[in-house]
């Protein structure tokens, strides 16, 4: 069963009115094929641009509400040739074919087409030097098949769909943080304090993804590649255009705002704790937060396509089906991913991380036994003991994390939605000291 009365808009050359249009990659600009003409893209522009201005929530037309369980046909007519196209509600546009002019479609001021886009920037030739940089950079025993079909044909640009929310929020934190006062002798005076911090924060497009097939699969680390990739010059994304999509893939939106939340949130979060750093920057112990409270004055959600060079492999006749990416900015040419490293290498890094707990468990197990005997409770039993425990403790530990980055960098970009914009103003500052207390200073060289 098909719907008709969409409304239907089409993408053409502001100069001579034609249809097809096409990217020039080195510009970022689209070309007319027509007539030539080569015009900057429409810039986009959020409805609220003073985010200390934003009240309640605001909800762009391609931030709208999917109904993933309700898929019907819909009709088209083309504004530009009167052709009839049928499609899917499901996407937000499509190709005339017999023009082949870009519709959107517009049901009811919400779009399953996205607000605006990020042209892919950087070239494939750039991400497979990218690639290939950081395959050198990363091992040298890995699966030599992996770099074989390192080829131009097996990277493929994929444009995929974020969430972007800008934040309006007040804020109250409430916690403990302990000051070194001075030292005395081998004793440090130090005081405790309640410290409370109430605050303003506006945040710039926090962007999470939007496609159930990223965000949730953990299983081949999709999420982590991707992630690790981050930031987006999102200030810099124009008004979408259907144009831009020929010739590389896309991923489709399936998630809504409310499935965006947990997310967004728990970044909010980590932003304010970021961008209030310098005022408990006298507190040489990390502050143990107990109490957060947020207040949200307003939110404003649009949607975007960001582009992705992507890689991907499996290892041939490897059981687990477990897939390897690479995967390089379409706009910066960061490049992150994981490599299928040969056993040899893995045993390599077990046996590192063996030789660490060894020294490791020695080192601490030595430390605790002189405490041990000043207060006369030495026994070499004891010894053996914690540093059997100490050893199993730190080699489970290491090796777990060893063979967790083996093949891939850290994920250096693990702060990578700190790099959003964001202001802080009408801070309260807040510190009570509480009580003081005496903390011992071991220093080794009196136990000669």
Known sequence: ??????????????KCGSNETFLNKKSGKLVCKHCKYEYEPVKYED????????????????????????????????????????????????????CHSILTIDENGSSKAPDQILPFKTSKEDAL??????????????????????VPDNVIGVYLPYMLADINDHFVMAGSGEEEYKKVGNNVEVKVYNIEREFDLTIDDIAVEASENISNDF???????????APYDTNDSVKFNGNYLDGFAIEKRDMNIKDTYKDVNSRVTRVAKYAIRDSISQYKQSVRWTKEKI???????????????LYTYSVPKDKSGKVYYLAVNGRTGRVNGELPLLKESKLKTILICQVISLISALVLAAMISPIEIEVGTYNPVS?????????????????????????????????YDLDNNYSVSNMIEKDECIRTYVKKVYDSSNNN
């Not at 898929?71 to 499609?87: Q, R």
């Not at 207040?295 to 060079?309: D, E, I, L, N, R």
């Not at 777990?400 to 850290?410: R, T």
């Open 47 to 98: 409805k609220v641009k003073d985010l200390k201005k934003l009240k309640g929530t605001e909800v762009s037309s391609g931030a709208g509400f999917i109904d993933k369980k309700s898929i019907e046909l819909v009709t088209l007519n083309c504004p530009n040739c009167g052709a009839v196209s049928v499609t899917s509600n499901s996407e937000g546009y499509t190709k005339c074919h017999w």
């Open 383 to 415: 010894y053996i003991i914690t540093f059997i425990v100490l050893y199993i403790l730190i080699s489970i530990f290491s090796t777990a994390i060893g063979l967790a980055n083996e093949g891939k960098e850290s994920e250096k970009n693990n702060c």
């Open 295 to 309: 207040t949200k004055h307003g939110t404003q959600w649009s949607t975007a396509y960001v582009p992705v060079w």
């Open 219 to 229: 299983k081949n680390r999709t999420n982590y590649v991707i992630r690790s990739v």
């Open 1 to 14: 069963m098909s719907k008709e009365n969409k409304k239907v808009t089409t993408m053409n050359c502001p």
């Open 129 to 150: 030097k990218a690639m290939n940089s950081f395959i050198d950079g990363v091992s040298k025993k890995y699966n030599k098949s992996f770099r074989d079909n390192l």
